[in-house]
């Protein structure tokens, strides 16, 4: 383990844009905004592949259109969807998409199994699963940086609320103030 010196993603992370702004810019230096050239990529608009995905899979419990719409209905209000690659919104769709998918297959298979040595193992397709799930929060994460650190409105992120239920098993109490 490292002891000292610079390391990847070390120190204190940025206070994102729409708190520095609520705070009235306490540090008086010119607010850092990005700003693209403008394009004609609409992200409201679903990829054609995921229309094609969605056909495909028929009546499964979510189809991919449902993720992206979700996901645009939920970043649109932060008035950051186009500084966000399309790349990335379409990673982010198709990993969460196979994440439900291999979670219902998990749901109707076993999940452990017992090799040839008779030791107990996790099956391949458990651990495929959970691989999707750190990937859609992996790459939920890259989508959230984006948007904390451009947006004017202050959003509260889902994911990291659903993750600290999940790991501390309660929710730290709001003050008021």
């Known amino acids: 383990m490292p002891k000292g010196g610079a390391r990847n993603n070390s120190g204190r992370k940025p206070t994102p844009l729409a708190e520095k702004l609520a705070k009235g810019n306490p540090g008086k230096r010119p607010l850092k905004k990005v700003e693209f050239a403008k394009t004609t990529y609409d992200p409201t608009k679903p990829p054609r592949y995921l229309e094609m995905l969605a056909k495909k899979h028929g009546d499964f419990l979510v189809s991919p259109l449902e993720i992206y719409e979700e996901a645009m209905e939920y970043l649109e209000p932060s008035g950051c969807l186009h500084l966000i690659p399309k790349t990335l919104i379409r990673e982010y769709v ?58 004017e409105r202050v959003l509260d992120n889902p994911e990291h609320e659903l993750l600290s239920l999940i790991l501390g098993g309660r929710v730290r109490n709001k003050t008021g103030g």
């Open 94 to 151: 198709m990993a969460n998409f196979y994440a439900v998918q291999a979670h219902y297959e998990l749901s109707t298979s076993s999940n452990v199994g017992i090799d040839n040595k008779g030791a107990v193992v996790i099956t391949g397709f458990a651990k495929f699963m959970q691989d999707q799930q750190k990937q859609v929060l992996f790459i939920w994460d890259k989508i959230w940086d984006i948007v904390s650190r451009n947006s």
